[in-house]
Nanobody, 121 residues
Framework: QVQLVESGGGLVQPGGSLRLSCAASGTIAKIYTMGWYRRAPGKERELVATITSTGFTTYADSKKGRFTISGDNAKNMVYLQMNSLKPEDTAVYYC???????????????WGQGTQVTVSS
């Protein structure tokens, strides 16, 4: 019914930048929140940032200042601009969305497959 597809990951040197994109498609009535999470090797998944359909943003404290989340409601897309990347930012980055599906009551939580970000020299 609904798919989230991430893109933009890759290998970058420390201090570099990457921009992740996530596109939501399917039988979407309304998207309430979209966000990014990440899972580093050997660690649990953690919040990076979220954005609501009205533009309210939330960041994990350690990401403030280096990461910027933005969205395009018309395109059902969310972006994550990552600057000054560090080796400890290496992780699989997952897109998440709270979506109301057409003819389905309530909100549903969807996840993308993830995109690998590797920060290394």
């Amino acid at each position: 019914q609904v798919q989230l597809v991430e893109s933009g990951g890759g290998l970058v040197q420390p201090g570099g930048s990457l921009r992740l994109s996530c596109a939501a498609s399917g039988t979407i009535a309304k998207i309430y929140t979209m966000g990014w999470y990440r899972r580093a090797p050997g660690k649990e998944r953690e919040l990076v940032a979220t954005i609501t359909s009205t533009g309210f943003t939330t960041y994990a404290d350690s990401k403030k200042g280096r990461f910027t989340i933005s969205g395009d409601n018309a395109k059902n897309m969310v972006y994550l601009q990552m600057n000054s990347l560090k080796p400890e930012d290496t992780a699989v980055y997952y897109c998440n969305a709270e979506i109301m599906v057409i003819r389905t009551p309530g909100l549903n939580d969807y996840w993308g497959q993830g995109t690998q970000v590797t920060v290394s020299s």
